[in-house]
């Protein structure tokens, strides 16, 4: 099994990467024999999507390589606007659209404070409906208040990192990946006609 951890802040002290790589550590901890990756796409040159057919290369395509790859997932961003980070919404929308069916996919969720804990419930698992993926029921919120010197120290937070962690690993070993009900309409592509 493949667990990625995907972090979606672009600080280069983020304090979402921190929280990915905990669950991260988490999971693995509980069940050592998966194969765990954590990517900050902050590092990344990713290209914007741009509507292609055709897959992406560089590092674009890499890491949508690693999510399609992926039987599990741990996502985490910084509420911005009550939503996710633009970063991460392009991820999104590179991706194949049957690149998470059937997966399950956890989120974390970091802010200054506690005013956009409720945009997972509206913001962030909605978003994986379209690709008919898992939103793990619960999900982690941290603030900066549970945060000292650079490290993650409320243990509540903390307790509920390892949760998430071990639950969308223990989801992806017992689902089948295939129980994903009814499929959506189908919606052909057309080319714009020539001018």
Request: charged share 25%; glycine share 10%.
């Amino acid at each position: 099994m493949y667990l990625l951890g995907l972090s979606g802040g672009l600080r280069p002290r983020s304090k979402t990467l921190i929280a990915v790589r905990r669950a991260v550590a988490y999971a693995q901890a509980a069940h050592p024999s998966i194969e765990a990756e954590v990517v900050n796409v902050r590092d990344l040159d990713m290209t914007f999507c741009d509507g292609r057919e055709e897959p992406y290369e560089g590092d674009t395509g890499t890491l949508v390589d690693k999510i399609v790859r992926a039987d599990g997932l741990i996502v985490g961003t910084p509420m911005y606007r009550g939503s996710y980070t633009g970063v991460l919404k392009n991820v999104l929308d590179v991706i194949p659209n049957d690149a998470l069916v059937g997966k399950p996919v956890g989120w974390i969720a970091t802010g200054g404070t506690d005013h956009h804990y409720l945009a997972i419930e509206h913001e962030l698992k909605p978003v994986l409906g379209l690709f008919r993926a898992y939103p793990i029921p619960g999900a982690v919120y941290a603030n900066n208040s549970h945060y000292s010197d650079d490290d993650l120290v409320d243990e509540g937070v903390l307790e509920r990192l390892d949760e998430l962690g071990r639950a969308v690993v223990e989801f992806a070993e017992l689902v089948p990946r295939e129980l994903v009900g009814a499929r959506p309409p189908h919606i052909p592509r057309r080319a714009l006609a020539a001018q």
